[in-house]
């Protein structure tokens, strides 16, 4: 069964601190892996979108990594704000189940001043 | 910013009510999809849909039911509720890219 496992669970940090979330996955070929922001109680905004070929993607405060051949894929939050608070989800396309996409639990991210 | 709309934001119901949870899209996306999320729990796919007049059921069983007649409209129902369908309700269109655009989720709550 394809996985995508988060880590940490969850995360506090201080605003205007940097932290990292991870991803790791088993869905392999896969054709595109994406990183989603969830405010609470909001439905999950894409922030970045990556294929098997692409090392890097940023978007503005957030950039997102991956390494194809570890399968595994990050997010970095620079200068973190109070409205990074949420939760953050990676999502793997699996390219032989017709792009089924396979959800990662989440990392909860809470920005203390 | 995403066009798709879900009503009602929060619905609260007495057990063995029938409920519908709307969905409309105003992309032109063939593809759309019904999420179920507990709070602080993943999102589980309960229901998709490829096109008007097709619909499938995702991996987690769902006693719910969904139509497309039409590609803008995506409604789920819920013929008796029970306590047990209290969740959040994410529904989700994609375009070719496969990207999701979500709505802003019915939160159902069956006392």
């Known amino acids: 069964k394809n996985q995508v496992e988060q880590s940490p669970q969850s995360l506090i940090i201080l605003e205007g601190k940097n932290c990292t979330l991870q991803c790791n996955y088993t869905v392999s070929p896969f054709s595109n892996l994406r990183w989603y922001k969830q405010d609470t109680g909001r439905g999950p905004v894409s922030l970045t979108i990556?294929?098997?070929?692409?090392n890097t993607k940023s978007n503005g405060r957030y950039t997102a990594t991956l390494d194809a051949d570890t399968k595994q894929s990050s997010l970095h939050i620079t200068a973190s704000q109070l409205s990074d608070s949420a939760s953050y989800i990676c999502?793997?396309?699996?390219?032989?189940?017709?792009?089924?996409?396979?959800f990662g639990g989440g990392t909860r991210v809470l920005v203390k001043p | 910013e995403a066009d798709i709309y879900q009503t009602p934001r929060y619905l609260v119901i007495g057990t063995g009510k029938k409920i519908t949870l709307e969905c409309s899209q105003t992309m032109g996306h063939d593809k759309m999809y019904w999420y179920q999320q507990d709070p602080g729990m993943e999102l589980h796919l309960i229901h998709y849909s490829y096109g008007v007049n097709s619909t499938e059921k995702g991996d987690l069983s769902s006693e719910s039911t969904v139509s497309r007649i039409r590609t803008e409209h995506f409604p789920l129902t819920l013929e008796s509720a029970r306590p047990s369908h209290t969740s959040q309700y994410l529904c989700?269109?994609?375009?070719?890219?496969?990207?999701?655009?979500f709505g802003e989720g019915s939160r159902l709550t069956v006392l």
């Open positions: 990556m294929t098997f070929s692409e």
């Open positions: 989700a269109s994609s375009e070719n890219t496969g990207e999701l655009f």
């Open positions: 999502v793997v396309s699996d390219i032989t189940a017709g792009n089924k996409l396979t």
